[in-house]
DNA sequence: AAGAACTCCTGGATGC
DNA sequence: TGCATCCAGGAGTTCT
């Protein structure tokens, strides 16, 4: 499930792939692939055609092509969302929904999504409330993510303090800081020794600010395990594979001792899905907002 | 209006 | 063995 670290590696991979070359055709073979764009999947190809890509940009984990006519290709990968570059000649993929041809003999841009719960969309540019950044419309309310310069975390800290909820609620919360996902929301709190319910009132700034560090210490060493596989025709999104065996610390982990502690770590129910922390190191708090 | 719940989807894993 | 159920979860939508 891609989160910040494998949305990025797709979008360096595509950067180097897709930038600067021309669009010629768009094949739409799933319209819920491109049930975000209001105006439909006729009008999603045609916007597309003739448009040469500048730049590939991304925001948590919203990426996008940057088009030469001020529009931008916005695409989110979902829960299995992929995007590949392929030699056209190669067989359709299964679950091959959006075909983008170029208009020289260089392969072709397809997306493949065996869940759907991603897609694409063309939409206009906006300028985004933090930090002035041009990004696509429905990215305006995404808040800028830990590794963009001029992230800012005293900022996030005096605006999560304020929420009335859990603190995982907020970290997953892409409104206030975006890319992390529910891997590493627990790894973080693992790594700050914190229950997911602890109430974010009862949070200093310091105790956000440390919270935040740790998860950009773990969505960097992802990042640098999906980065070093990197180096194919393949824009592939499981950067996750070979990161989960080695290096998580709770997430998935029920039943196996606590790295720190030795206790069995937990899962229990939270938000229609699962947490994971150690009973030991992450005692639940009075007040718990779950 | 903020916060929480619901919803979309597929196929591998699990249970009987 | 085969069929049914569970489970993964990001974010837009709907609810309270």
């Given at each position: ?10 979008r360096?991979?595509l950067d180097?792939?897709v930038?600067?070359r021309?669009?010629?055709?768009v ?24 448009r040469?890509?500048t ?21 989110h990968?979902?829960?299995s ?9 190669e ?6 929904h ?5 208009d020289?003999?260089?392969p ?20 985004e ?10 990215v ?7 590794f963009e ?16 909820t ?14 992390i ?27 956000v ?23 194919s025709l ?12 080695r ?32 009973p ?11």
């Amino acid at each position: 499930m891609p989160e910040l670290p494998e949305v990025e590696v797709v979008r360096s991979g595509l950067d180097r792939w897709v930038s600067g070359r021309t669009i010629s055709t768009v094949q739409v073979r799933l319209d819920r692939s491109v049930r975000h764009h209001s105006a439909g999947p006729k009008d999603f190809s045609d916007r597309l055609s003739g448009r040469t890509i500048t730049s590939v940009q991304r925001r948590g984990k919203f990426l996008w092509m940057v088009l030469d006519d001020e529009h931008a290709l916005l695409a989110h990968l979902g829960m299995s969302g992929q995007l590949l570059m392929q030699p056209r000649q190669e067989p359709d993929e299964k679950h091959l929904h959006v075909r983008i041809s170029f208009d020289d003999d260089a392969p072709e841009l397809r997306f493949v999504d065996q869940r759907t719960f991603g897609g694409l969309r063309v939409e206009d540019l906006v300028t985004e409330p933090w930090l002035g950044r041009w990004v696509p419309t429905s990215v305006g309310h995404i808040a800028p993510d830990p590794f963009e310069p001029g992230f800012d975390s005293s900022l996030v800290a005096r605006a999560l303090r304020k929420k009335a909820t859990g603190i995982k609620r907020a970290l997953l919360d892409q409104g206030l800081i975006s890319g992390i996902g529910n891997i590493y929301a627990d790894e973080a709190l693992w790594l700050a020794r914190r229950h997911y319910a602890r109430p974010t009132g009862a949070f200093t700034g310091p105790q956000v600010r440390e919270l935040i560090a740790h998860a950009q210490d773990v969505m960097s060493a992802a990042l640098a395990q999906g980065g070093t596989s990197f180096d194919s025709l393949y824009v592939d999104v499981n950067g996750s594979s070979g990161y989960f065996d080695r290096s998580l610390n709770v997430y998935g982990q029920e039943g196996l001792p606590c790295q720190r502690c030795g206790r069995a770590i937990v899962r229990e129910p939270f938000m229609n899905r699962s947490s994971f922390r150690c009973p030991g190191c992450q005692r639940t708090p009075p007040n718990a907002h779950w």
